[in-house]
């Protein structure tokens, strides 16, 4: 099935611990990123990618850090600079075209707790 | 920079009521807009889009949004909602930045609960 996995589902990290969060995808996509979902703030960009070995800072990177090597992973590093990190994190990626009319499919997220 | 804003935060009504979620956004050029629901304990999925042509856009499960430039508005509408909309719905705008890279806003979401 083609999709978007984002693991592990469920992920407990001491404060002061860098952190990663895994996101595969099949669906051959050139454009990737990852949010962050909290209550009643939607979902914040954190990073985002067009394509391979480039990508752009969104609304909230302060304290995370990402890499694109491959078209389909785009992992997400919490570091411990991130003041804040525990939080749902959502990835998503969709075709990337000029015309940027293309809409983004998403994993099942990923809730991270610093304790 | 782009932004969207959805100002209802949490909805509540019975069912076969009608329903309709604001959204605003900022941005100067060509958009596209989208509607995503997230259903209890599910991961987001599009509920319509707009991209050009017919303002009015139809969309699964009976949903259907209104894009009026002028106002730069994209609120989503149904007729009569049931206990199985009980969700959050996420407006979202994806624009191409300065830099020319595709950029989706998300709004702060919207929590629609219906009462059978």
């Known amino acids: 099935d083609g999709g978007i996995t984002q693991s592990p589902k469920y992920l407990f990290r001491k404060e002061g611990q860098n952190v990663t969060l895994s996101c595969e995808q099949n669906?051959?996509?050139?454009?990737m990123y990852w949010y962050r979902q909290d209550p009643g703030q939607g979902l914040r960009l954190i990073y985002y990618s067009q394509i391979v070995n480039d990508f752009q800072k969104g609304d909230i990177a302060e304290g995370y850090s990402v890499s694109r090597e491959k078209k389909e992973s785009f992992p997400l590093t919490v570091t411990s600079a991130q003041k804040n990190p525990t939080a749902f994190y959502l990835c998503?990626?969709?075709?990337?075209?000029?015309?940027?009319?293309?809409?983004?499919?998403f994993g099942q997220g990923t809730r991270l707790t610093v304790v | 920079a782009q932004s969207v804003s959805q100002h209802n935060h949490h909805v509540i009504l019975s069912e076969a009521a009608s329903l309709e979620l604001g959204c605003n956004y900022s941005y100067g050029g060509t958009v596209n807009l989208f509607w995503y629901v997230q259903y209890p304990g599910q991961h987001l999925q599009l509920l319509l889009k707009?991209?050009?042509?017919?303002?009015l856009v139809k969309g699964i499960k009976g949903f259907e949004a209104e894009f009026i430039k002028s106002k730069f508005s994209f609120n989503l509408r149904k007729p009569s909602v049931q206990w199985s909309d009980t969700a959050e719905y996420f407006c979202?705008?994806?624009?191409?930045?300065?830099?020319?890279?595709?950029?989706?806003?998300f709004g702060t979401g919207t929590k629609l609960q219906v009462i059978p």
């Open positions: 707009y991209f050009s042509g017919d303002p």
């Open positions: 998503a990626s969709s075709i990337s075209t000029a015309a940027n009319q293309d809409e983004a499919f």
């Open positions: 979202a705008v994806n624009a191409l930045n300065s830099g020319g890279y595709q950029k989706v806003t």
């Open positions: 669906l051959n996509h050139d454009a």
